[in-house]
């Protein structure tokens, strides 16, 4: 919205907005935008729920049992927290005539919608169990499938429908149609890894805050001609706008942080999770970074490959691979506190963004 005044630059006394014609400009102050209204409005919802949830959120009885005594009476639907300075600063900052900015909000409004749906149902009907699996997959999957039309129809034809390769000099792997169902997989698959991560006080939040100032960084150089061409990395034309919706994440996700370090005031949710990982799902697949996402992400996909591993066995074999799924569990399990787990698994995030950026050089 501010990004409009800039349009008044012929006006001397008025010069001073020509910065919101700068993409780092805007994306910085979406962050700091962001931070402020958190700090501001987060107070006031973590105890508006409480008083709304009462009991906070169901736990598990098949979880770790300490959770059933420390955990409880923790309001759930934190989401709330991250979701509304999020779309906040994306708003007032972002060119909002860029289609790459409401096909991002369309995922991020439509899976945030769902999982307070989820959050919802659980809370009013105390249980650990939400939304039926098959109707949320469905959602997930047609939202999903939008969001990639959307995206293919915004590109130009050579780059529409193929998959960018790493590694390996301007690789694109021309699938038609059938890159929707990449699409798909991409966004429903990083938005329920990202909620199957979001099991402990802070565990997920930062990996997220650190994959999106990653992807910041990487929209940034494919929506820059000059950048993307120096790297050999395809360029999608306006598709650096979506720095600023990363960087509003980033400013959102703080705040958040501020009250869901150990000992949590307030849960994430389903709420949070899924709006989360859907976000950085169709950015990946906007800037033409699918496989790369699989690699800054790649705690999430651990945590995925954890639940899979140890339901495909027990359904098997009878047998467990781990102590309990997902696999920050199986650690609690082992005798590992809980924020030696977190700060870990933080540091593991760490790692596997730089990695992940490494794939712009090592073409």
């Keep these: 919205m501010l990004y409009y005044l800039?349009?008044?630059t012929h006006m001397d006394d008025l010069a001073f907005f020509r910065l919101f014609r700068y993409l780092t400009f805007r994306s910085g102050a979406a962050v700091v935008t962001a931070l402020m209204i958190a700090f501001l409005i987060n107070p006031m919802l973590i105890r508006w729920l409480k008083v709304k949830q009462g009991k906070g959120q169901p736990i598990r009885s098949d979880g770790p049992q300490r959770h059933l005594i420390e955990k409880a009476g923790t309001p759930t639907m934190g989401g709330l927290l991250i979701l509304i300075p999020w779309v906040g600063a994306t708003l007032l900052w972002a060119n909002l005539s860029n289609r790459y900015v409401w096909i991002a909000l369309l995922v991020t409004g439509t899976y945030g919608l769902l999982g307070f749906l989820d959050d919802y149902y659980k809370v009013t009907k105390r249980t650990s169990d939400g939304l039926s699996s098959r109707m949320r997959l469905l959602i997930e999957f047609g939202v999903g499938a939008l969001a990639t039309w959307l995206i293919m129809g915004s590109q130009t034809p050579e780059l529409s429908g193929v998959l960018a390769v790493p590694f390996i000099k301007t690789a694109l792997l021309p699938l038609g149609l059938f890159f929707i169902a990449i699409g798909v997989f991409v966004i429903a698959g990083a938005a329920n890894a990202v909620n199957f991560t979001d099991g402990l006080d802070g565990l997920a939040i930062v990996p997220v805050m650190i994959a999106a100032a990653t992807f910041t960084l990487i929209v940034y150089l494919v929506g820059n001609e000059r950048f993307a061409a120096y790297l050999q990395i395809p360029y999608i034309e306006y598709s650096g706008e979506l720095a600023v919706f990363l960087a509003a994440l980033v400013g959102a996700g703080l705040g958040f942080l501020w009250y869901?370090?150990?000992?949590?005031?307030?849960?994430?949710?389903d709420t949070g999770s899924l709006p989360l990982g859907g976000a950085l799902g169709v950015v990946a697949v906007a800037v033409?970074?699918?496989?790369?996402?699989?690699?800054?992400?790649?705690?999430?996909v651990v945590e995925t490959v954890s639940v899979m591993v140890q339901v495909i066995s027990f359904k098997l074999t009878g047998k467990r691979v781990f102590r309990m799924a997902p696999i920050h569990h199986h650690y609690e399990q082992l005798g590992w506190t809980e924020p030696t787990i977190v700060i870990r698994f933080w540091i593991v995030a760490v790692v596997l963004a730089l990695l992940g950026l490494a794939t712009l050089k090592l073409r």
Excluded: Q, R
């Excluded at 869901?260 to 949710?269: L, V």
């Excluded at 033409?288 to 999430?300: A, D, N, R, S, T």
């Design 288 to 300: 033409k970074h699918e496989i790369v996402l699989g690699i800054v992400g790649g705690l999430f």
């Design 6 to 8: 800039s349009l008044l």
């Design 260 to 269: 869901n370090a150990p000992p949590a005031a307030i849960f994430m949710g």
